[in-house]
């Protein structure tokens, strides 16, 4: 970790001093840069009351500290080339969706989604780009177009081709860390090629390639990655109140690693102005263990080229259809997708499998787009090939609208209704539950001479009902929400001035939470606006059921200084005090975070 940080270090101080550098020098015929760089840095601490036994009730929610250096240059080589570069560095190491550890190298530190540096390189011309570092390769609707990637790869369209390729790893290896709960994993890499035709996007047939491999030999230093399971010992039930008491212990093996291949055909063909077909089909097998059988010729699922075929290989499909038509005032997008049961696109996360998804999303507008109506309809089906007991059954709706009724009054608003149930009627075993969200949100600017008043109001409503017979006596609620605002705006001095009020309240059938928040600040511009503070207060209340109410009260402070023209300084402070009620008598916490951002541009 220590070599992170001294190169987090010298990263920072280094390309901030490039930057200024870059800023004075006299312009080129030949290069040329501009873009920006940042380095933030970021305070956190807390106290808290404690319990009876001494432990406090509240812990702290963010790291102590954490700094982050933001470069993103763009180099322009004799007016034609232009390589634009992306550096992201944080020091604390942060994980959303892969495991943690607590000493990254320096190779860890860079695959690690939430850090980037990336380059690419554009070579004069506008079909062809070459990329290096972090990157989100896109592809197709099932094969990949959301999964960052470090590594490299291009994307060249030469006349009617279309050509790809990209190539790095997807997951880092990480040790495994019981004491912390930590699986672990295996470095997971990734390979993927285009080979399509088409005349931009009037018409295009793509064929598309994928293969993912975990990498066994390459593993991070420490215990091999491990999967976590849950052993459960029952015991001798008890005659008098029917209770089996039972037993469960964590369980830890071997984290099996998995390879797998994806083979995809996509297109899209203008059939009239405005009107286009798309579709999509596409195969895949995945093995679930690495170390299991090979089969022999006969038993082979997939071609030796792509995986090596095992007992443990699986193959599936998914389908993708639909039709686009698009004009100035109307459009109508009408999909069908079908994802099987075994299918994993590795290049989208979190895809889910084996459903079948009918949507139409109409669209219309009015008056030169002043008044916009949006929505979608569908269908979707869960469990669709019946591999397990029930099929769930969801229905979409959902609806926007915007009508701008002049220069200085506007409303939109939305609908929403998505409804579940499978095919159980009477039995404590049924699924069926609607929700329901609809919201309104009015905007009115009152224009003087001296001052710009504006005001702004959301109004929510949610709703949830449950109709299974136990559980919906208890998970039925409507949820209520008010915001809204009210800003004025000096036009003869740099003076803004805003006021908000928040309230939500959720009712239950056993107890209800409601909030309501107020809050007032402003900020002024001395020295021709370049040093501008702020202030804001708010004090807010929070009740949960009979108990009374807790209260909370935070400041907010700014600073933003432009100390030269590129230059600037902002700077804020944020505390935060809160009391709880009778909830939790005699308990409270308070935290404090300051943060402050030093921005270059060039």
Same mark, same amino acid.
Request: charged letters at 15%; one cysteine or more; a neutral charge.
């Given at each position: 970790?220590?070599?992170?940080?001294?190169?987090?270090?010298?990263?920072?101080?280094?390309?901030?001093?490039?930057?200024?550098?870059?800023?004075?020098?006299?312009?080129?015929?030949?290069?040329?840069?501009?873009?920006?760089?940042?380095?933030?840095?970021?305070?956190?601490?807390?106290?808290?009351?404690?319990?009876?036994?001494?432990?406090?009730?509240?812990?702290?929610?963010?790291?102590?500290?954490?700094?982050?250096?933001?470069?993103?240059?763009?180099?322009?080589?004799?007016?034609?080339?232009?390589?634009?570069?992306?550096?992201?560095?944080?020091?604390?190491?942060?994980?959303?969706?892969?495991?943690?550890?607590?000493?990254?190298?320096?190779?860890?530190?860079?695959?690690?989604?939430?850090?980037?540096?990336?380059?690419?390189?554009?070579?004069?011309?506008?079909?062809a780009e070459l990329q290096f570092g972090s990157h989100v390769p896109r592809y197709s609707e099932l094969v990949g177009s959301d999964?960052?990637?470090?590594?490299?790869?291009?994307?060249?369209?030469?006349?009617? =081709?279309?050509?790809?390729?990209?190539?790095?790893?997807?997951?880092?290896?990480?040790?495994?860390?019981?004491?912390?709960?930590?699986?672990?994993?295996?470095?997971?890499?990734?390979?993927?090629?285009?080979?399509g035709v088409g005349d931009g996007n009037k018409w295009f047939v793509d064929f598309n390639i994928m293969t993912m491999r975990d990498?066994?030999?390459?593993?991070?230093?420490?215990?091999?990655?491990?999967?976590?399971?849950?052993?459960?010992?029952?015991?001798?039930?008890? $005659?008098? $109140?029917?209770?089996?008491?039972?037993?469960?212990?964590?369980?830890?093996?071997?984290?099996?690693?998995?390879?797998?291949?994806?083979?995809?055909?996509?297109?899209?063909?203008?059939?009239?102005?405005?009107?286009?077909?798309?579709?999509?089909?596409?195969?895949?097998?995945?093995?679930?263990?690495?170390?299991?059988?090979?089969?022999?010729?006969?038993?082979?699922?997939?071609?030796?080229?792509?995986?090596?075929?095992?007992?443990?290989?699986?193959?599936?499909?998914?389908?993708?259809?639909?039709?686009?038509?698009?004009?100035?005032?109307?459009?109508?997008?009408?999909?069908?997708?079908?994802?099987?049961?075994?299918?994993?696109?590795?290049?989208?996360?979190?895809?889910?499998?084996?459903?079948?998804?009918?949507? $139409?999303?109409?669209?219309?507008?009015?008056?030169?787009?002043?008044?916009?109506?949006?929505? $979608?309809?569908?269908?979707?089906?869960?469990?669709?090939?019946?591999?397990?007991?029930?099929?769930?059954?969801?229905?979409?709706?959902?609806?926007?609208?915007?009508?701008?009724?002049?220069?200085?009054?506007?409303?939109?608003?939305?609908?929403?209704? =998505?409804?579940?149930?499978?095919?159980?009627?009477?039995?404590?075993?049924?699924?069926?539950?609607?929700?329901?969200?609809?919201?309104?949100?009015?905007?009115?600017?009152?224009?003087?001479?001296?001052?710009?008043?504006?005001?702004?109001?959301?109004?929510?409503?949610?709703?949830?009902?449950?109709?299974?017979?136990?559980?919906?006596?208890?998970?039925?609620?409507?949820?209520?929400?008010?915001?809204?605002?009210?800003?004025?705006?000096?036009?003869?001095?740099?003076?803004?001035?805003?006021?908000?009020?928040?309230?939500?309240?959720?009712?239950?059938?056993?107890?209800?939470?409601?909030?309501?928040?107020?809050?007032?600040?402003?900020?002024?511009?001395?020295?021709?606006?370049?040093?501008?503070?702020?202030?804001?207060?708010?004090?807010?209340?929070?009740?949960?059921?009979?108990?009374?109410?807790?209260?909370?009260?935070?400041?907010?402070?700014?600073?933003?200084?432009?100390?030269?023209?590129?230059?600037?300084?902002?700077?804020?402070?944020?505390?935060?005090?809160?009391?709880?009620?009778?909830?939790?008598?005699?308990?409270?916490?308070?935290?404090?975070?300051?943060?402050?951002?030093?921005?270059?541009?060039?």
């Amino acid at each position: 970790m220590s070599s992170v940080r001294a190169a987090f270090a010298a990263s920072c101080l280094l390309l901030l001093l490039c930057s200024t550098v870059v800023r004075t020098q006299e312009e080129s015929s030949w290069f040329r840069i501009s873009g920006s760089a940042s380095v933030s840095a970021e305070y956190y601490w807390m106290n808290s009351s404690t319990d009876t036994l001494g432990v406090p009730v509240w812990s702290p929610r963010r790291p102590a500290n954490l700094y982050r250096f933001m470069f993103t240059p763009t180099i322009t080589l004799f007016d034609n080339v232009t390589i634009p570069i992306t550096l992201i560095l944080t020091s604390t190491e942060t994980n959303t969706i892969t495991p943690a550890t607590l000493s990254p190298t320096l190779a860890q530190f860079f695959t690690n989604p939430l850090n980037a540096f990336s380059v690419s390189f554009k070579p004069g011309v506008d079909w062809a780009e070459l990329q290096f570092g972090s990157h989100v390769p896109r592809y197709s609707e099932l094969v990949g177009s959301d999964v960052q990637i470090f590594g490299g790869g291009f994307n060249a369209q030469p006349g009617p =081709f279309r050509l790809a390729f990209n190539t790095g790893v997807i997951q880092r290896a990480v040790a495994s860390d019981t004491s912390r709960s930590i699986t672990g994993a295996y470095s997971r890499s990734l390979y993927m090629a285009k080979f399509g035709v088409g005349d931009g996007n009037k018409w295009f047939v793509d064929f598309n390639i994928m293969t993912m491999r975990d990498d066994t030999v390459d593993l991070a230093s420490g215990p091999r990655p491990l999967e976590r399971g849950i052993i459960r010992t029952v015991g001798q039930m008890d $005659t008098t $109140t029917g209770f089996t008491p039972y037993t469960e212990v964590d369980a830890w093996k071997s984290l099996l690693a998995q390879e797998g291949a994806i083979l995809s055909l996509a297109f899209r063909v203008e059939v009239d102005d405005g009107i286009a077909l798309v579709g999509e089909a596409a195969a895949n097998a995945i093995t679930r263990d690495i170390t299991s059988s090979e089969l022999d010729g006969g038993a082979k699922l997939v071609p030796g080229w792509l995986i090596t075929p095992r007992s443990s290989t699986r193959a599936d499909g998914a389908l993708m259809g639909g039709v686009l038509v698009n004009y100035s005032d109307w459009g109508l997008d009408t999909k069908i997708k079908y994802v099987g049961p075994g299918y994993i696109p590795f290049g989208i996360p979190f895809m889910m499998s084996d459903y079948l998804d009918i949507t $139409t999303s109409p669209r219309l507008y009015f008056n030169d787009r002043k008044i916009s109506l949006s929505g $979608t309809v569908g269908t979707r089906l869960f469990n669709f090939s019946s591999q397990t007991d029930e099929t769930l059954s969801q229905v979409i709706v959902l609806a926007n609208a915007s009508w701008i009724f002049s220069d200085v009054f506007s409303v939109s608003g939305s609908f929403s209704n =998505f409804g579940m149930r499978n095919g159980v009627v009477n039995d404590t075993l049924r699924v069926q539950n609607v929700s329901r969200s609809i919201s309104l949100s009015p905007m009115y600017m009152i224009p003087t001479t001296k001052i710009m008043h504006t005001i702004s109001l959301n109004l929510s409503l949610d709703t949830y009902e449950d109709f299974n017979v136990v559980s919906g006596r208890l998970a039925d609620n409507n949820t209520f929400g008010l915001y809204t605002m009210y800003n004025t705006s000096w036009t003869i001095m740099p003076l803004t001035a805003w006021t908000a009020i928040n309230y939500l309240k959720n009712s239950l059938p056993v107890y209800g939470f409601s909030m309501i928040g107020f809050t007032v600040g402003s900020s002024y511009g001395f020295m021709q606006n370049k040093l501008t503070p702020s202030l804001a207060v708010t004090i807010g209340s929070n009740s949960l059921g009979d108990n009374s109410a807790d209260t909370q009260i935070m400041f907010r402070v700014g600073l933003r200084w432009m100390i030269m023209d590129r230059l600037s300084l902002n700077v804020s402070g944020i505390t935060n005090t809160y009391a709880y009620g009778s909830s939790k008598p005699n308990a409270s916490f308070g935290e404090n975070t300051f943060q402050m951002m030093l921005t270059q541009s060039f």
